[in-house]
Nanobody, 118 residues
Framework: QVMLVESGGGLVQPGGSLRLSCVVS????????MGWYRQAPTKSREWVAT???????TYADSVKGRFTGSRDNAKNTLYLQMNNLKPDDMAVYYC????????????WGQGTQVTVSS
């Protein structure tokens, strides 16, 4: 059974930073492209970033230059470093795994809440 578990969310002031983690189990992590998505209240889920199997990452325009995606295959873990957070970044963040996909969506985590508020 493939499981994805996110952590690292919380409350942060505007301009602050958080690092999200996503631990994957039940499969060979290194084979999957991994994505981050977010969903704010009353909005649809939106793609944030994809870290591919080779370690490269692509980003949505709204987070480019502020967020950095990475992965540690030895730890079966995906990361999202979020800097200079804005109120518009407030959402539930989800990680997802997919096979050869620029928008991975085969397996999903349960989400972690990020709140940006002063």
């Amino acid at each position: 059974q493939v499981m994805l578990v996110e952590s690292g969310g919380g409350l942060v002031q505007p301009g602050g930073s958080l690092r999200l983690s996503c631990v994957v189990s039940g499969t060979i992590f290194s084979l999957y492209d991994m994505g981050w998505y977010r969903q704010a209240p009353t909005k649809s889920r939106e793609w944030v970033a994809t870290t591919f199997r080779d370690g490269t990452t692509t980003y949505a325009d709204s987070v480019k230059g502020r967020f950095t995606g990475s992965r540690d295959n030895a730890k079966n873990t995906l990361y999202l470093q979020m800097n200079n957070l804005k109120p518009d970044d407030m959402a539930v963040y989800y990680c997802a795994a997919g096979f050869r996909s620029s928008r991975p969506n085969d397996y999903w985590g349960q989400g972690t809440q990020v709140t940006v508020s002063s």
